[in-house]
């Protein structure tokens, strides 16, 4: 404990000489983190938040990489992309926050599911504070370790306040561990400035999860005595009850318990401080020295995706007939064979089989443990698949329509996808998506979001439209150890049928299919769009069009689309979603800065309209972009 507070002491003096730029401060806390640490073994994860110096002290990290780290430098740990403790080690088994707060909780959930799974009895920890416990995400991830007996120690470091809101404006309840009732989860509430009653009840806790596996809801009462950090101060803090807590200093009050019991001496004092002062400048002078970050494009973008080599599988001559969706189910169910440590999880994918059938007849292949029914928490499940990955597992997260991938938001766009580049830890993890309008299905199951995606570094996006492709294409996703959004078409699942070969083979990614080659015009598109374009030019026989399924979005075959519009010259690009801010829009201006002189028309987009998607078939009919196709591409051959 006396580590930490003499690091935040040397912080704060630092802080004010500019030497560092923001500081969040743990002064008064120092018990839990410290507490926690101790009794979990160097082999368990924990989850620390912004208060939690004493996490990574108690971990033994050399104190320069974390003064380096606090400066951005390269021997921090996120080669100066990310400040302060938003950082991961493996090496530590530290797995830091994202600013966001709430999928801290649901990570914990997938890594204790990994130690469940490969039952090491091991136990995680997370951390959070009262504020952060108001989000949906932590609410779901409650929930799911608790249906699932998941093995995490929930911490709630209730500090009085969040910024500057106090704890009567955050929640209604009297304490936040009488929520475990709620979630059928033991819960405890703990003296957290008391080092010793944190340690000896978390001992007696753990060691009962390591035997029963199952999650515990702890609240620790301490306080926050500086600012939410430091430049916003505690004006508004009463100072009666910044005196009621200053007389609970953890460690005054421990060096006091110490000294009664006449374990510690006035010398034992002062040697530990000087030694520990000492480290702190030691290492304090090693980070200064350090050099300054240079900054080179290519290490930056080579390090935003883990480094795969595409491993070519060959098809075997077998084939048989396959439905779209046939075609996914028997590729998915080949990568479990393939890969023992893959993992399902998704809403009524189990038994139910999910609700386009895909999974049919996998939890008597592979049993429940590996395809996993969750409740209906998208972002606490696509956190656990970062949690599966954190532990070497790879997971496939089947979003029961791609419209709904928007409660799962938050930890694709900033957990998922920006792991690598900050920490340089893989998310290894398959989101399926089956998306697309032509159904009927109105506004909340038709959308095909491809673009919120594509606009993400980190991801993947795979849009396959056959059913050879989609095949292929799974197999490779699953293999690729970067996080995959990989979008069906429910409008194909059923109608588009393909011989496939039987056995397990890859395609890989960021490839474009040429379906079909002519010289008058260029036609880009992929999903259900590919149909529609093909559809059309058979009603078109006179014009000779090359065709190009696009099958990945990102990464981008843009040497397939300059090859070919170099060739013809003119190009239309046909997609499902609207327009504006579509990935249409990107190729055209990708065409136009690299293919200017080679084309001899404007190049053209066809989108739907910009509404969302309405549900009466005459409107969808109308809103969709295929019924436009045939009279944009014959204006662009007479243009
Ligand atoms: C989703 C989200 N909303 C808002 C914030 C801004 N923010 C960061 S920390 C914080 C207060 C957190 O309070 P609490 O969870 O009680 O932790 P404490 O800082 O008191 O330790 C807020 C509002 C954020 N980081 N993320």
Sequence with gaps: MLKPRLIEEKMLILLRQGKISKWFSGIGQEAISVGVTAVLDKEEYILPMHRNLG?????????????SQWQGKANGFTKGRDRSFHFGTQEFKIVGMISHLGP????ADGIALGNKLKKNNQVCAVFTGEGGTSEGDIHEALNVASVWQLPVLFCVENNGYGLSTPTREQYFCEHIADRGKGYGMESHIIE???IIEVYTKLKTIVESMRKEPRPVLLEFKTFRMRGHEEASGTKYVPQDLMDQWAAKDPLENYAEYLRNANILTEEDEVSFKSEIVHEINENLDIAFDEAEIKAAESNELNDVYKEFVYQEVKENNETEELRLIDAISQGLKQSMERHDNLVLMGQDIAEYGGVFKITEGFVEAFGKERVRNTPICESAIVSAAMGLSITGFKAMVEMQFADFVTSGFNP???YLAKSHYRW???ADVVIRMPCGAGVGAGPFHSQTNEAWFTHTPGLKVVYPAFPYDAKGLLATSIEDPNPVLFFEHKALYR???QQVPTNYYTLPLGKAALLQEGEDVTVITYGAGVHWALDTLTHLPDVKADVLDLRTLLPLDTDAIFASVKKTGKVIILQEDSLFGGIASDISALISENCFQYLDAPIKRVASLETPIPFASQLEAQYLPKGKFKQQLLDLLHY
């Excluded at 996490?55 to 003064?67: A, E, H, K, N």
């Design 55 to 67: 996490v990574f002290t108690s971990r033994d990290i050399p104190l320069y990489r974390l003064f």
């Design 104 to 107: 801290q909780f649901g990570v």
């Design 192 to 194: 957290g400035n008391n």
């Design 412 to 414: 694709i766009i900033n």
């Design 424 to 426: 340089n830890e893989k």
């Design 495 to 497: 109608s588009v049928r």
